[in-house]
Each structure stands twice: as structure tokens, then as C-alpha cells.
Antibody, heavy 123, light 106 residues
Framework: EVQLLESGGGLVQPGGSLRLSCGAS????????MSWVRQAPGKGLEWVST????????YYADSVKGRFTISRDNSKNTLYLQMTSLRAEDTAIYYC????????????????WGQGTLVTVSS | DIQLTQSPSFLSASVGDRVTITCRAS??????LAWYQQKPGEAPKLLIY???TLQSGVPSRFSGSGSGTEFTLTISSLQPEDFATYYC????????FGGGTKVEIK
């Protein structure tokens, strides 16, 4: 059974940093690209970032480019999102998600999602 | 940049109703479109991908159609567990979600 479990969320001041983790099990982690998707309170879904299975390719939404860094440790089956220079508008539930296809292409929907971790940016 | 417009943003329906949700892209995206269902307090769930392919385990009352710029998600006979918010997602370029359609009980 595929499981994704996020952790690391919490309250942080504007300008601060936070690192999210997503532990994966139930599939060959290194074979699949992974993504982070966020949802501000009461709002819709926003794609944040995607990383290839090897970790060699990364992609970011314009809203986080230069501030967030996606990475993965395939030996630990863990996905990360390092967030810096946080703003109030980054307040959201952050979900990690597994891409359906193992082709390495961005053109894949997300077949499994974690339960999410809440990040609140406020003074 | 591609824009995705879902309509309606809200709809009220009864159990047993046929429900159709539309997603329009500002430029052609071939069949690179997925549909998700999200219930309050839960993560999204993949329903349809490649515009019309039913994800494993999803009931057959859900169907998707379309290509290019106009797509539809249809629920043939609405069930109590289908009251939720539905999102489309384009995957032709960087992933982008539509604004969502909340389906509520009439």
C-alpha cells in the first residue's frame, strides 16, 4: 500500500525558513517523480514544485522560484521542501504527491497524496 | 501562460441527478487533463486522467471527455458520497489547477 506522510509544518514568522519532509512507502520511490502542492485556507490547489525520480531535474512555480528548494533522498525514501523567505501568502496546507507515470515527464497526474502539513506564516 | 476556467464554481444538486462540470483551457492542451475530487479535511483524489481514462477503483458513474480546450466531468447519477469539490488540472505545460467546483446537496 502506497503511503505518503508529511511532517515539518508549523508557525513561522515572515522572512523565516522551514523544511518539510514527506516519507514514502509502498512503491519504488526512486522510480517516480514527486511533487509538492499547496492549498491556502479555503482556497484551491496550487502546484508548487516537482522533482524527477533521480533528483536531477527540478521545476518550480513562479510564486516560489528562488525561495523554495525541492530535493529527495532516495536512500531514505524521503522528499523535502526547503522554504526560505517565507511570506504570509505561503500560508497553506502542503501536500506531497506521487506522479502516476514513471516516465520522468511532468505530464503526469498525481495518483497518491499525503494528508498534508499546515504551514502558517505570521508574526 | 495557460489559464484554466472551471464552471460552474458552485452547483446544487440532488441524489440521482446527472451532473456536468466544464473546464476550459485558454489554449490547446491536447488530452493532458485530469480531474480530482476533494472532500473537506481530506487530500484530493484522482478520478480521471488523460481527459477520459478512469483511475483504478473509481466508480463508473464518473466519466470525462474532451480534448483541446474544452473538457467535461460527468457524474451520471450523483450519490451521497459525491458531494465534494472537484478540480481539473492541465498537464500540457507546468501543472495548473482550475478554480474548483463545489457540489452541494440541494
Amino acid at each position: 500500500e502506497v503511503q505518503l506522510l508529511e511532517s515539518g509544518g508549523g508557525l513561522v514568522q515572515p522572512g523565516g525558513s522551514l523544511r518539510l519532509s514527506c516519507g514514502a512507502s509502498g512503491f519504488t520511490f526512486s522510480s517516480y517523480a514527486m511533487s509538492w502542492v499547496r492549498q491556502a485556507p479555503g482556497k484551491g490547489l496550487e502546484w508548487v514544485s516537482t522533482i524527477s525520480g533521480s533528483g536531477g531535474s527540478t521545476y518550480y512555480a513562479d510564486s516560489v522560484k528562488g525561495r523554495f528548494t525541492i530535493s529527495r533522498d532516495n536512500s531514505k525514501n524521503t522528499l523535502y521542501l526547503q522554504m526560505t523567505s517565507l511570506r504570509a501568502e505561503d500560508t497553506a496546507i502542503y501536500y506531497c504527491a506521487k506522479l502516476l507515470y514513471n516516465s520522468g515527464s511532468l505530464r503526469s497526474p498525481y495518483d497518491y497524496w499525503g494528508q498534508g502539513t499546515l504551514v502558517t506564516v505570521s508574526s | 501562460d495557460i489559464q484554466l476556467t472551471q464552471s460552474p464554481s458552485f452547483l446544487s444538486a440532488s441524489v440521482g441527478d446527472r451532473v456536468t462540470i466544464t473546464c476550459r483551457a485558454s489554449q490547446g492542451i491536447s488530452s493532458y487533463l485530469a480531474w480530482y475530487q476533494q472532500k473537506p479535511g481530506e487530500a484530493p483524489k484522482l478520478l480521471i486522467y488523460a481527459a477520459s481514462t478512469l483511475q483504478s477503483g473509481v466508480p463508473s458513474r464518473f466519466s470525462g471527455s474532451g480534448s483541446g480546450t474544452e473538457f467535461t466531468l460527468t457524474i451520471s447519477s450523483l450519490q451521497p458520497e459525491d458531494f465534494a469539490t472537484y478540480y481539473c488540472q492541465q498537464l500540457n505545460s507546468y501543472p495548473l489547477f482550475g478554480g474548483g467546483t463545489k457540489v452541494e446537496i440541494k
